[in-house]
């Protein structure tokens, strides 16, 4: 487990709405409705294609945290951002503002094995699953725990839905569908993503 520093611009909404007309610090200050109306103008379907075309490409290779392209990313927002006229705010002076964050490489096993009386269960690591703990310790382990089905692991009194009514999860492993019930339009917004549905809940 590594402990590194990133950088980050402080700010990336000045790129996008400012996109197209750099600003002066000698320019006059405009009514409210006109800086309204100019910004308006600024947000072009163009600019903001070329912003993110860049940002998007193969040649930043995703733009991992630390990685050569994340410095390009940085590098080219804090232009953008200088090139607007805007003025740097980060401690010190600087475009940049340090956020610590934790970096994690996991060696996990090939084959994870499910057991039920006599009968067991090898799922191969990337053909069958993929998974990681979460947790940034150094040893994390699971074994002989009980796998728990609890459906869509939701608890939403509002729709008088409780999947963990009952359950004793003490010790357990649970097993947890994605997404929410999409079958009734009355119940969790039909067919629309609730946040319900998504993994941070879960």
């Known amino acids: 487990m590594n402990r590194r520093v990133f950088r980050h611009p402080a700010c990336l909404v000045g790129l996008l ?22 910004a308006e103008l600024a947000i072009t379907e163009s600019a903001l294609r070329g912003h993110i075309r860049f940002l998007a490409s193969d040649l930043l290779e995703g733009r991992g945290p630390g990685s050569r392209g994340d410095e390009l990313a940085q590098q080219y927002i ?44 090898d799922l191969k690591r990337h053909d069958d699953l993929v998974f990681a703990s979460g947790k940034a310790q150094d040893h994390v382990a699971v074994e002989n725990a009980e796998v728990v089905f609890v459906g869509y692991g939701i608890q939403a009194p509002e729709y008088q839905w409780d999947d ?4 004793d ?34």
């Open 78 to 121: 804090a232009a953008q951002f200088q090139s607007l006229g805007l003025k740097p705010a980060a401690p010190g002076g600087g475009w940049f503002q340090k956020v610590p964050l934790v970096g994690v490489t996991a060696r996990v096993p090939q084959v994870v094995q499910f057991r039920t009386g006599d009968k067991t269960l």
């Open 169 to 202: 999860l003490h010790g357990n492993i649970l097993l947890v569908m994605n997404n929410d019930p999409a079958d009734d339009p009355q119940l969790f917004g039909g067919k629309k993503r609730l946040y319900y549905g998504r993994w941070d809940y879960k």
């Open 164 to 167: 963990f009514k009952v359950v």
């Open 17 to 38: 709405v400012g996109a197209s007309q750099p600003l002066s610090a000698q320019q006059p200050i405009q009514p409210e409705t006109e800086q309204i109306a100019a």
